[in-house]
Each structure stands twice: as structure tokens, then as C-alpha cells.
């Protein structure tokens, strides 16, 4: 059977009309390189987020899973090195919800790693013309929630999983995005 990935995008949030991951997800060929390309967009909604792609992960059963979401300010595509456990949301989610301070899974680790090849993917970027750095830190609102949870289940399940943030639509746009995304998905395959 052909392999497949499951990649995630987020719906908007915070007053924006597009959210620039999902524009750049579902710009992505539904198969690349011989792989099934599996698309979805999430809410942004602590906890919700990482349960939808937890469900469509059960359900498809992807040899991989890559998350995006958007990075206000930023002007480069960014694999994140690492996950935290920690919630501190700015605003409300999606849902009204905004956690302080909290942990994500009370008494896991503190913080875990991307099981993505971060650096071959900033280094394919680059040689790409696309502007890329790696991450240390996907923040503490929607997009670390969704990183850390599902991170934390590929990982007992035995597959590749991480994150990658892109810039808003207004630093680079979305057909850009979507080559980036799709470079960083053939970095994938040696790993799967
Ligand atoms: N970016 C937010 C959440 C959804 C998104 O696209 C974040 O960086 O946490």
C-alpha cells in the first residue's frame, strides 16, 4: 500500500480573515513523490486541536504526521526543535478558552522533541531560495498544545511526528508556503 502522511493546517484566529498554514496545506498535491498527501484543517482549540488530528491519525493510520500553524511576526518557514509542556494563552482560543500557566499533561515531560528531520528540512528550504530557521520554542497557545499531544502519541505509535509554523500570507505567500511545506515533506521519506 502507498505511504501516507497526514498534514495539518489551523482555521483562523484572533480577528484574521485566513490562516496562512491551512492556505499553504491545501495548496499540497494529494500525492507527492508517490506518497497519499492527507490534509486537514483544525480548530484552534486547546485540547480539540490535537484531538481531531489524533482521531484522523487512528483513522488513516499516516506513516507520518506534520502539524502547522501560523507565526505572527515571523518571516521564515520554522520547524520547531521542541515541544513544551506548558499552556499560557495571550487570548481565548477559538472556544473562549485561555489557560494561564498550566501544564499540558500534568507530570510528562517537561519537553519533547520534534521526531521530524528539522534540519534537513531548513537546510532544503534554503537551498530552495525560501527563507527558514529552526525554532526553539512553538510558543504556549495552540500550536505547542497540538505539537506536545501529538508528538507524545506518534511517539507510542511509532511514527514521525513535529511541527512546523509558517509566516502570515503578508510576509510570504501561500503558493510559497505550500513549496516549502511540500520540500520539507520530501525530507520525510528517507525517515519513514
Ligand atoms: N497559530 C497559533 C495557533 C493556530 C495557529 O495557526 C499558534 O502559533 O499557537
Redesign the pocket.
Known amino acids: 500500500m502507498a505511504k501516507s502522511v497526514l498534514v495539518t493546517g489551523?482555521e483562523p484566529?484572533g480577528g484574521e480573515a485566513v490562516?496562512a498554514?491551512w492556505e499553504a496545506v491545501r495548496r499540497l498535491p494529494e500525492q507527492l513523490d508517490g506518497w497519499t498527501v492527507h490534509r486537514a484543517c483544525l480548530p484552534?482549540v486547546f485540547g480539540g486541536a490535537a484531538e481531531t488530528v489524533l482521531r484522523l491519525a487512528g483513522e488513516l493510520r499516516p506513516d507520518a504526521v506534520v502539524c502547522t500553524?501560523?507565526?505572527g511576526g515571523r518571516s521564515a518557514i520554522t520547524p520547531e526543535m521542541i515541544a513544551v509542556n506548558l499552556c499560557d494563552a495571550r487570548i481565548p482560543d477559538n472556544a473562549g478558552t485561555q489557560p494561564r500557566w498550566q501544564p499540558i499533561a500534568p507530570g510528562g515531560p517537561d519537553g519533547l522533541f520534534s521526531g521530524l528531520p528539522v534540519r534537513e528540512m531548513a537546510a532544503a528550504l534554503r537551498a530552495a531560495g525560501l527563507p527558514a530557521a529552526l525554532s526553539w520554542s512553538?510558543?504556549s497557545?495552540?500550536?505547542?498544545d497540538v505539537f506536545y499531544r501529538t508528538v507524545r502519541r506518534c511517539r507510542e505509535w511509532g511514527i514521525p511526528c513535529g511541527f512546523i509554523?509558517v509566516p502570515p500570507v503578508t510576509a510570504l505567500p501561500a503558493e510559497e508556503g505550500a513549496r516549502g511545506l511540500a520540500l520539507c515533506l520530501s525530507c520525510l521519506w528517507a525517515e519513514c
Open positions: 489551523f484566529f490562516n498554514s484552534v500553524g501560523v507565526a512553538a510558543g497557545y495552540v500550536c505547542n509554523h
